[in-house]
């Protein structure tokens, strides 16, 4: 990444944010949302990823870190390179991991063509 500037998340377009998020995505194999969400946000702000050890449940829509990062997931879905599982009953939870096709495009580094941009990303 082009060593982002404090508050990146939220002044990028939201496919420049899923191309830069997207290989945080490739360990663990899957994990909850939420968490997933929570990890990336702490990365952004520290540089850092780890998975934390517990999640504050802020509404996608008060927190903008938090918005942003959800925002950015649905177009990595939409392109294939991850897949969202929803499972449970009267609670749902929300897994999300990645794809072969997500696997590949980071090996072939081609996530830039599959989220529909062309040009080089920001570097702040």
């Given at each position: 990444?082009?060593?982002?500037?404090?508050?990146?998340?939220?002044?990028?377009?939201?496919?420049?944010?899923?191309?830069?998020?997207?290989?945080?995505?490739?360990?663990?194999?899957?994990?909850?949302?939420?968490?997933?969400?929570?990890?990336?946000?702490?990365?952004?702000?520290?540089?850092?990823?780890?998975?934390?050890?517990?999640?504050r449940d802020k509404s996608r829509f008060e927190d903008?870190?938090?918005?942003?990062?959800?925002?950015?997931?649905?177009?990595?879905?939409?392109?294939?390179?991850?897949?969202?599982d929803v499972n449970g009953g009267d609670v749902c939870?929300?897994?999300?991991?990645?794809?072969?096709?997500?696997?590949?495009?980071?090996?072939?580094?081609?996530?830039?063509?599959?989220?529909?941009?062309?040009?080089?990303?920001?570097?702040?």
């Open positions: 990444m082009n060593n982002p500037q404090p508050g990146w998340l939220t002044t990028w377009p939201v496919a420049e944010v899923a191309a830069a998020i997207l290989p945080l995505f490739s360990y663990p194999a899957s994990q909850k949302e939420a968490s997933a969400i929570a990890s990336i946000i702490s990365w952004s702000k520290t540089g850092e990823y780890k998975k934390p050890l517990g999640f903008p870190d938090t918005r942003a990062i959800a925002e950015a997931i649905r177009p990595l879905e939409r392109a294939g390179l991850i897949m969202r939870w929300v897994d999300v991991g990645m794809t072969r096709l997500g696997r590949d495009a980071l090996a072939t580094n081609s996530v830039r063509r599959y989220l529909g941009l062309r040009d080089a990303p920001p570097t702040a």
